[in-house]
């Protein structure tokens, strides 16, 4: 059995199947700042190598799921980057702001599906986090927005790629131009969310109840069907069907679909490898 990393700004706990990430700096929104942007890729890619966790939930500890990218960070770039050569400043600059959408794109690198359980208030970096994850759940009392126009910057890390892909580009545009606050009801109507709980705990174990379920079926499969949902979204509907082709040519034929299908006839649950 694997060991659970430790780390300074986040919880991970490995329980039944389901990784649990926490973001854990409450006193601070759970801000996120350099230290966190650095964990939670790490720990994506922890749950990605580690058998025994077939599926992740990402969660934020105290009253925010997260207050967005820590002020600080952005304010301590400058000696960061600084060169007395103004195009090497720059582009450092650029590998910074490629650093960082990279850590939020190993949700989606991950092959097993992360499930985002968002409370309270969900800030600027926050909506570029909770886009790369599988599916998003949110209690009543969550809020969302996008921040970033009020501190006088074009969000970069992955809100503007993502979102109009989930909501569409209308509602995208004004949400990111006015940089106003939406709630749990319109972030459900929109199709932002599946499903809004009536509280946060009715979140925490509905949330569970999905992750348990997911845990459940063939690991093999489900990483296949991220693959090719994923897949989809960047290519055409024949180049998918050629992916699935090939891709079950060499997956199809496990132990796995042999379990199900001898389950089924036997009408017991079937049990898989990690």
């Avoid at 039944?16 to 996120?32: C, F, Y």
């Avoid at 890729?41 to 500890?61: H, I, K, M, S, Y």
């Avoid at 400058?78 to 450092?92: F, K, M």
């Avoid at 606050?181 to 009715?202: K, P």
């Amino acid at each position: 059995m694997n060991t659970t990393p430790s780390f300074e700004t986040l919880i991970v706990t490995l329980e039944d199947h389901i990784a649990t990430v926490r973001l854990n700096r409450p006193e601070k929104a759970n801000a996120m700042n350099a230290a966190m942007w650095q964990e939670i890729r790490q720990a994506f890619q922890w749950v990605d190598a580690t058998p025994e966790a077939r599926v992740a939930v990402l969660q934020g500890e105290g009253r925010y799921f997260t207050a967005g990218i820590d002020l600080q960070l952005m304010m301590g770039l400058g000696p960061q980057i600084a060169n007395e050569c103004d195009g090497r400043t720059r582009e450092a600059l650029r590998r910074v702001i490629l650093d960082m959408q990279d850590t939020l794109t190993s949700l989606e690198r991950c092959r097993k599906p992360v499930l985002a359980a968002i409370h309270g208030g969900c800030i600027g970096g926050g909506i570029d986090l909770i886009t790369c994850a599988d599916m998003r759940y949110c209690s009543a009392d969550a809020s969302f927005t996008i921040k970033e126009i009020d501190i006088g910057m074009t969000a970069d890390v992955g809100t503007l790629q993502r979102l109009p892909r989930l909501v569409g580009e209308g509602i995208t545009r004004e949400l990111a131009y006015t940089g106003r606050t939406f709630d749990a009801a319109e972030a459900r109507s929109i199709g932002l969310v599946n499903r809004v709980f009536d509280s946060r705990e009715a979140l925490v174990a509905g949330v569970r109840e999905i992750a348990a379920t997911i845990a459940a079926k063939s690991p093999l499969s489900i990483r296949g069907t991220k693959e090719m949902i994923t897949y989809a979204r960047e290519h055409s509907v024949a180049d998918g069907l050629n992916y699935i082709a090939t891709w079950n040519a060499a997956m199809l034929m496990s132990k796995d679909l042999t379990e199900a299908m001898t389950a089924n006839l036997a009408k017991r649950t079937p049990t898989f490898k990690d």
